[in-house]
């Protein structure tokens, strides 16, 4: 099994660009989750989908959209990248019946 | 809504040395506890979590968590570390409506 995977490791983007970050799983997980890394900050929590179909939004949804296109994938849209959107993102997916998430490797992002 | 506070930004300590790195959380339910770590440039890593029964937790990599109710607390301890435990951890609490809130991190170097 490849876990929680995710794509790209790295991207460059100029101010008002747009991209998608993809995360993939094959853990079965019902949950999918996308968070932002900033240092000092912790993670923070921008979406979720708690089941295939349902998205809603986490601490810091301003500027990102995302949707759930089937049960293994989740992906995550930037329609106007801003440098404030510079970051490490994670994606991680969790089964119902269990609170822990599972991480995939990040993706960092740098927008100038 | 749950919040985590993780007092030490850095801890610095000498190989073989114990090691004990804290976790306060604040949520006014039965919280769901949990410890991740992350390696430079990798995702995070479930190493322990507590839901509920007995306080005192085992993880992985010989890592150990104790839930204190009356401290608000879920500390996390090693007897001896290692020069590969060198990594950021990152305490987390956890709700019943998906939403999980991480602390800052505390980056723990090992001295030789």
């Known amino acids: 099994n490849a876990g929680v995977t995710q794509t790209p490791k790295f991207q460059v983007l100029k101010t008002g660009q747009s991209m998608t970050l993809q995360c993939a799983q094959d853990m079965n997980h019902n949950s999918m989750y996308w968070y932002r890394q900033d240092p000092g900050m912790g993670l923070r929590l921008i979406y979720y989908?708690?089941?295939?179909?349902?998205?809603d939004k986490g601490e810091v949804p301003n500027g990102y959209n995302v949707s759930r296109l089937n049960k293994r994938e989740f992906s995550l849209r930037l329609e106007s990248a801003a440098p404030s959107q510079t970051s490490v993102y994670f994606c991680?997916?969790?089964?119902?019946?269990?609170?822990?998430?599972?991480f995939g490797p990040g993706t960092r992002l740098t927008v100038t | 809504a749950q919040s985590v506070t993780q007092p030490d930004i850095h801890i610095t300590v000498s190989e073989g040395a114990s090691l004990e790195l804290r976790c306060n959380y604040s949520?006014?339910?039965?919280?769901?506890l949990f410890w991740y770590v992350q390696s430079p440039g990798q995702g995070l890593q479930l190493l322990l979590k507590?839901?509920?029964?007995?306080?005192l937790v085992q993880g992985i990599k010989g890592f150990e968590a104790e839930f204190k109710r009356s401290q608000s607390s879920f500390n996390l301890r090693k007897p001896s570390v290692h020069w590969s435990d060198a990594a950021e951890y990152f305490c987390a609490v956890g709700a019943y409506n998906n939403d999980m809130r991480f602390g800052a991190g505390t980056r723990l170097t090992v001295k030789p």
């Open positions: 991680a997916g969790r089964w119902t019946d269990s609170y822990e998430q599972y």
């Open positions: 989908s708690a089941s295939e179909g349902t998205t």
């Open positions: 507590y839901f509920s029964g007995d306080t």
């Open positions: 949520y006014g339910a039965t919280p769901y």
